[in-house]
């Protein structure tokens, strides 16, 4: 045989196994086609759950697996629950996230300026709420108040010295503005290891501190990595702290009411109210006072009367949370689609 006859038999050979092969080719994607289509109608049949209602599922699921102390990762812990979430909810499912939808007002009350008195501390961490404590860093006893109030349920926070406007002294181990960023860092740092319970911070004092965008980026930057709740105290309209914290992708809050500005029982009380109101029409409300006897007298007896009316006392990572929860469904629901 010639060799350029060669491949014209080689190719009338393979002919017919090409040929069958493209017809069984065919008949599998013919399957594939009518199988997905039958798919499809089964789940439209079976009433496939919007994505919002799976995002809900999926959040509660993270609040009922997490304590309040753990809610720093709680962002890659939802983003990774939501994504899995394709299927409708058991009932079971449904009654879990009713259960931990807040019915009444939600009010947080933090304590400033604690450590420096024990006895008021310990009596502060006796209080019948949810109260959050911030504990000054340079306090003798902060490490035991920092322990006794973690132990106790509530919500620590290092209460941060920040330079303020004025001549006032915000103790020491400040945070300033002419500092360098490595002063800055460590100093930040130490007073952390403080207050070694606790779950975030706020400032004392610092309303030309907080007014600063730079000086506070390179503080809330330095414990970043432990994902710590900002309050911003707010003691000055210009305060930037809570926009840089959550530009940093920290938990940011911001006070409400002062309570005992002036302290006497009759301020105290109508500040107290005024949180209430607030709460009652937004739904929730912060507010800080201090380790003071008069403050304390009131608290003791206005707490018990409030929860008779409704009012559910939170801590700031719960209250976080619950924001959090509620302001971002939309958001969580896009990564379904």
């Known amino acids: 045989m010639k ?7 080689r190719s009338a050979s393979s002919a017919v196994p090409a040929f069958a092969g493209a017809l069984v080719a065919s008949a599998y994607l013919v399957g594939a086609v009518v199988f997905s289509l039958a798919s499809q109608a089964g789940e439209a049949d079976a009433g496939v759950v919007e994505p919002a209602v799976a995002v809900a599922v999926a959040d509660a699921a ?17 983003t990774s629950e939501t994504a899995r979430t394709r299927m409708a909810p058991a009932a079971s499912d449904i009654d879990a996230v009713d259960a931990f939808l807040p019915a009444g007002p939600r009010l947080a009350i933090v304590i400033d300026d604690v450590g420096l008195d024990l006895a008021a501390a310990r009596r502060v961490i006796a209080l019948d709420a949810g109260v959050s404590i911030a504990v000054l860093p340079y306090a003798e006893a902060a490490a035991t108040v920092s322990s006794e109030a973690s132990a106790a349920g509530h919500d620590v926070l290092l209460h941060m010295p920040m330079e303020p406007v004025g001549l006032a002294d915000p103790g020491p181990n400040a945070l300033r503005l002419g500092m360098s960023d490595s002063d800055l860092e460590a100093r930040i740092r130490w007073a952390m290891s403080r207050v070694p319970e606790a779950v975030g911070l706020n400032n004392h004092m610092g309303s030309r501190f907080t007014a600063d965008p730079r000086a506070m980026r390179v503080a809330l930057s330095a414990v970043a990595d432990r994902q710590p709740l900002f309050l911003d105290s707010l003691t000055t309209g210009e305060s930037r702290g809570q926009a840089v914290a959550a530009g940093l992708g920290l938990d940011a809050l911001q006070r409400d009411i002062f ?24 739904g929730w409300a912060i507010a800080i006072g201090h380790p003071h006897d008069t403050t304390l007298d009131v ?6 009367d409030a929860r008779e009316r409704g009012v559910e006392f939170v801590t700031v990572t719960t209250l976080s949370d619950q924001i959090a929860r509620t302001a971002t469904p939309t958001a969580d629901a896009s990564a379904l689609q």
């Open 259 to 282: 309570l005992d500005h002036v302290q006497t029982p009759a301020e105290v009380t109508a500040r107290l109210d005024e949180a209430e109101a607030l709460a009652r029409s937004r």
């Open 3 to 9: 060799p350029d006859q060669r491949p014209l038999i």
């Open 62 to 78: 993270v609040v009922i697996r997490e304590p309040a102390h753990a809610q720093g990762g709680a962002k890659s812990v939802r």
């Open 299 to 304: 608290l003791e007896a206005w707490i018990a």
